[in-house]
């Protein structure tokens, strides 16, 4: 139990230093934590990742605004499309099959891993 408590702990630090650090990256990395390190079903761990990413995006915003590195015009541009995306999102998880979720994520994850390497 205390184990499985400090793993817990950790993988919120690691995730909350990635998300606050490149802007981005928390949920592709905790992702696969729950599910391999935390035995944490697919859907389940995707849903629970956005719900741990959502406060500390709150957070880094807060400090990313205060620090007047945001670009107004992109971001509220890109919000409206976001919330779209985000509920259309939240919508199909439960409709795509296990192994259907993991091969798009696990692929998504490599374009992106691509794309930053080259």
Same mark, same amino acid.
């Given at each position: 139990m205390k184990k499985n408590m400090l793993k817990v702990v950790f993988l919120g630090l690691l995730t909350g @230093? /990635?998300?606050g650090l490149f802007g981005s990256g928390g949920g /592709? @990395? @905790?992702i696969p934590s729950m599910i391999f390190l935390l035995n944490m079903?697919? $859907?389940k =761990? $995707? &849903?629970t =990742?956005?719900?741990i990413i959502l406060p500390l995006t709150i957070v880094s915003t807060y400090i990313y605004f205060k620090s007047g590195i945001v670009s107004y015009n992109i971001t509220f541009r890109v919000v409206l499309g976001g919330v779209l995306g985000g509920y259309l999102g =939240? +919508? @199909?998880l439960n409709r795509v099959p296990n192994f259907l979720l993991r +091969?798009?994520?696990a692929i998504f994850m490599m374009? &992106? =891993?691509f794309r930053m390497v080259f």
């Open positions: @230093l /990635t998300n /592709t @990395l @905790l079903e697919d $859907h =761990a $995707h &849903a =990742a956005i719900s =939240a +919508k @199909l +091969k798009i994520f374009i &992106a =891993a």
